[in-house]
């Protein structure tokens, strides 16, 4: 101990503090930051306060260095660009490293690359590391982020400590995370999950910096180590990349967690549904990124005597309590939405929760000191000059965009008009229901139900989606994108949809599960529903679900599907609603047989038998017709 000490002390005393006291840190936690000071060999140590002073030092630095821009036209609003080589996730150096393969991806088919999670071996991932994180502070300053997943002290709640040389990631993980000291007396003797961040860009540089964002996309690599609760992310500054309490922490290193301690790491939003009667539901929904989520989860509902309240919009942390009840808790404190296609009209709420405190990055700006990205054109003066997350002079009708695809706001949740009361209730949310679903735009009914929970895994291990912009892919291919956890899974699948199935048992009040598609299209490539505020109809009729209503669900081989007619749609105009919910023979028996022969190559022996029977039945159905 006394030898960890000495050699705390001598590193610090080599690397000079810069704000913080090291002493009363919790040992493990001094055990840590030695060794980051040893590998990255940053100039100076900064252990962050959470405090609005450190907020205003960081920005003014950011400001002045030009990283920040000021939107002038809001208080306390800011606009990044970043380099334009790092601005999503990136899945193909995404890794997850244990010491055997198969406790992080299933057994493939021969030939056939995992598509559910990367395995690097912990020998092949040193080699790795060890090219790329000796002095990768050097010149920068290390800033340490005690950090709390979940509401402090909660029992549901995890902490975390990140070290990164970036300070854009120190101001989004104080807008995402609870950042605290107090997390230092909470965490007392106990493990945390151990974050180490770099942008990969030590000084003097060796790479020509764009936009004030130094970053090394060519060298960029996320490590999860799940067995030791520890992630390096090397090279992007890249919310999903850099921002390590999310994805990383919450849902890769939080799954294995969940699994181990029998609980749920999801990546779903939660809300609250008060019907006119004034009853309250809260029901949990899983879509891949950038179909969404956070449009659901502040849904403006169309239906009158309805209200929604958010609890979170993009992750869910659910564990059965003692009485048998699921309940979830929202494991961060901000939202990182995308902002195209955000506005007055598809999310009010949203666009409310920005107006300060919130930080855009890579939208464009307009000439009075505002943000801009498509969808906007109706609410900034016409005409009015832009310039687009390139830099370049634009205006509404050039060609091109003026924001990149997958940019994104970053604002607190408190900020939100209809956050919930309970949105950081230590015991979380009950969870009457849970929704699956994704980009379907052909096929797939407006809404269906399970018909058990096992079947509603069934449908889970089934999601797929159109291709975004959150990741690296390009154009629209449908893609499977198996419980919205595709790019975020910690371990094995199978083993996690075995773990989904082991949750169900004889004295917990199970969840009923749905799928729902706001995405079909018609003949002529037009959406066959509305969506936004009138997916409360939708809801409406999965809340007369959950309360039993026989009356309004008719059996078919994908499971329960509304009975005509019991759908809400009154002042919608002309629905087709025959179509809307019409299962086509062939597609359904071609998507049945293409779900299982995915599942055969990507999770073979590892997925557990009864998915497959079910999805069997399914087939055999269709065939039978
Ligand atoms: O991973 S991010 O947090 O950048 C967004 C997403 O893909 O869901
Ligand atoms: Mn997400």
Same mark, same amino acid.
């Given at each position: 101990?006394?030898?960890? +000490?000495?050699?705390?002390?001598?590193?610090?005393? +080599?690397?000079?503090?810069?704000k913080?006291?090291?002493?009363?840190?919790?040992?493990?936690?001094?055990?840590?930051?030695a060794h980051?000071?040893q590998?990255?060999?940053?100039?100076g140590?900064y252990?962050?306060?959470?405090?609005?002073?450190?907020?205003?030092?960081?920005? #003014?630095?950011?400001l002045?260095?030009?990283t920040?821009t000021?939107? !002038?036209?809001?208080?306390?609003?800011?606009?990044?660009?970043?380099?334009?080589?790092?601005?999503?996730r990136?899945?193909?150096k995404t890794?997850?490293?244990?010491a055997n393969k198969?406790? $992080?991806?299933?057994?493939v088919?021969?030939?056939?690359?995992?598509a559910?999670?990367c395995?690097?071996?912990?020998e092949?991932?040193?080699v790795?590391?060890? +090219?790329?994180?000796?002095?990768?502070?050097?010149?920068?300053?290390?800033?340490?982020?005690?950090f709390?997943?979940g509401?402090?002290?909660?029992?549901?709640?995890?902490?975390g400590?990140?070290?990164t040389?970036?300070?854009?990631?120190?101001?989004?993980?104080?807008?995402?995370?609870?950042?605290s000291?107090?997390?230092?007396?909470?965490?007392?003797?106990?493990?945390?999950v151990?974050?180490?961040h770099?942008?990969?860009?030590?000084?003097?540089?060796?790479?020509?910096v764009?936009?004030h964002?130094?970053?090394?996309p060519?060298?960029?690599?996320? =490590? +999860?180590?799940?067995?030791e609760?520890k992630?390096?992310?090397?090279?992007s500054?890249?919310?999903?990349?850099?921002?390590?309490?999310?994805?990383?922490? &919450?849902?890769?290193?939080?799954?294995?967690?969940?699994?181990?301690?029998?609980?749920m790491a999801?990546?779903m939003?939660?809300?609250?549904?008060?019907?006119?009667?004034?009853?309250?539901?809260?029901?949990s &929904? &899983?879509?891949?990124?950038?179909?969404?989520k /956070?449009?659901l989860?502040m849904?403006?509902?169309s239906l009158?005597?309805?209200?929604?309240?958010?609890?979170?919009?993009?992750?869910?942390?659910?564990?059965?309590?003692e009485?048998?009840?699921l309940?979830?808790?929202?494991?961060?404190?901000?939202?990182?939405?995308v902002?195209?296609?955000?506005?007055?009209k /598809?999310?009010p709420?949203?666009?409310?929760?920005?107006?300060?405190?919130?930080?855009?990055? %890579?939208?464009?700006?307009t000439?009075?000191?505002g943000y801009?990205?498509?969808?906007?054109?109706?609410?900034?003066?016409?005409?009015?000059?832009?310039t687009?997350?390139?830099?370049?002079?634009?205006?509404?009708?050039?060609?091109?965009?003026?924001?990149h695809?997958?940019?994104?706001?970053?604002?607190?949740?408190s900020?939100?008009?209809?956050?919930h009361p309970k949105?950081?209730?230590?015991?979380?949310?009950?969870? $009457?229901a849970i929704?699956?679903?994704?980009?379907r735009? !052909?096929?797939?009914?407006?809404?269906?139900?399970?018909?058990s929970w096992? #079947?509603?895994?069934m449908?889970? =291990?089934?999601?797929?989606?159109?291709a975004?912009?959150a &990741?690296?892919?390009q154009?629209?291919?449908?893609?499977?994108?198996p419980?919205a956890?595709?790019?975020?899974?910690?371990? %094995?699948?199978g083993?996690?949809?075995?773990?989904?199935?082991?949750?169900?048992?004889p004295?917990r009040?199970?969840?009923?599960?749905? #799928?729902?598609?706001?995405?079909?299209?018609?003949?002529?490539?037009?959406?066959l529903?509305?969506?936004?505020?009138?997916?409360?109809?939708?809801?409406?009729?999965?809340?007369?679900?959950?309360d039993?209503?026989?009356?309004?669900?008719?059996?078919?081989?994908?499971?329960?599907i509304?009975?005509?007619g019991?759908?809400?749609l009154?002042?919608?105009?002309?629905?087709?609603?025959?179509?809307?919910?019409?299962?086509p023979?062939?597609?359904w028996?071609e998507?049945?047989?293409e779900?299982?022969?995915?599942?055969?190559?990507?999770?073979?022996?590892d997925?557990?038998?009864?998915?497959y029977r079910?999805?069997?039945?399914?087939?055999?159905?269709?065939?039978?017709?």
């Amino acid at each position: 101990v006394y030898e960890v +000490h000495e050699i705390v002390v001598q590193k610090v005393g +080599h690397v000079p503090l810069a704000k913080g006291d090291f002493t009363h840190l919790p040992k493990k936690v001094k055990i840590f930051l030695a060794h980051c000071v040893q590998l990255c060999k940053p100039r100076g140590i900064y252990i962050c306060d959470g405090s609005a002073e450190e907020a205003d030092e960081i920005i #003014h630095k950011l400001l002045e260095r030009g990283t920040l821009t000021r939107l !002038t036209k809001y208080k306390n609003n800011y606009l990044c660009r970043t380099d334009p080589d790092d601005v999503a996730r990136v899945e193909s150096k995404t890794f997850i490293t244990t010491a055997n393969k198969y406790d $992080s991806v299933p057994h493939v088919r021969e030939g056939v690359k995992s598509a559910l999670g990367c395995w690097m071996s912990p020998e092949d991932m040193k080699v790795e590391l060890d +090219h790329r994180f000796p002095g990768c502070m050097s010149g920068r300053m290390m800033y340490v982020i005690p950090f709390c997943m979940g509401p402090l002290g909660s029992p549901l709640s995890k902490i975390g400590v990140q070290v990164t040389d970036s300070n854009y990631v120190l101001l989004c993980m104080r807008v995402m995370t609870r950042v605290s000291p107090k997390v230092w007396e909470l965490l007392g003797d106990d493990d945390f999950v151990k974050c180490i961040h770099s942008m990969g860009c030590p000084r003097p540089v060796q790479r020509r910096v764009k936009n004030h964002w130094p970053c090394n996309p060519e060298k960029v690599i996320i =490590a +999860h180590f799940p067995e030791e609760r520890k992630i390096k992310s090397f090279g992007s500054g890249y919310g999903g990349n850099s921002l390590l309490g999310k994805k990383c922490f &919450a849902l890769r290193i939080a799954s294995v967690i969940a699994r181990d301690e029998g609980w749920m790491a999801e990546h779903m939003l939660i809300m609250s549904i008060t019907t006119p009667k004034g009853k309250e539901y809260f029901v949990s &929904a &899983a879509f891949p990124s950038a179909c969404g989520k /956070t449009n659901l989860a502040m849904l403006n509902p169309s239906l009158p005597g309805f209200r929604i309240q958010c609890v979170g919009d993009d992750i869910a942390w659910m564990k059965f309590d003692e009485k048998g009840v699921l309940h979830g808790i929202n494991p961060e404190a901000g939202f990182f939405g995308v902002a195209p296609g955000t506005n007055m009209k /598809t999310n009010p709420n949203a666009v409310l929760s920005f107006q300060e405190n919130s930080i855009f990055t %890579n939208v464009g700006e307009t000439a009075d000191g505002g943000y801009f990205w498509e969808g906007l054109e109706d609410e900034v003066p016409p005409g009015i000059g832009i310039t687009t997350w390139l830099g370049q002079p634009w205006h509404i009708g050039c060609p091109g965009k003026a924001a990149h695809p997958n940019s994104r706001f970053t604002c607190p949740a408190s900020q939100c008009p209809i956050i919930h009361p309970k949105w950081e209730d230590p015991k979380g949310v009950p969870i $009457s229901a849970i929704i699956f679903g994704g980009r379907r735009p !052909t096929g797939v009914p407006l809404v269906f139900e399970a018909k058990s929970w096992a #079947h509603g895994v069934m449908i889970g =291990a089934c999601v797929k989606s159109e291709a975004t912009a959150a &990741a690296e892919f390009q154009g629209k291919t449908i893609m499977h994108d198996p419980m919205a956890m595709r790019p975020f899974m910690g371990y %094995n699948f199978g083993h996690y949809l075995q773990h989904w199935l082991d949750l169900e048992k004889p004295d917990r009040k199970m969840p009923k599960i749905f #799928h729902v598609n706001w995405f079909r299209l018609d003949n002529n490539g037009r959406f066959l529903w509305p969506g936004f505020g009138d997916n409360i109809r939708v809801l409406d009729w999965i809340l007369r679900r959950v309360d039993g209503d026989a009356s309004i669900a008719v059996d078919s081989p994908v499971g329960w599907i509304p009975k005509k007619g019991s759908i809400d749609l009154s002042g919608l105009g002309s629905i087709n609603e025959d179509e809307l919910f019409s299962l086509p023979h062939d597609y359904w028996l071609e998507d049945s047989r293409e779900s299982r022969s995915f599942l055969k190559s990507q999770v073979g022996p590892d997925c557990p038998p009864i998915i497959y029977r079910l999805l069997e039945d399914q087939e055999a159905a269709f065939v039978k017709q």
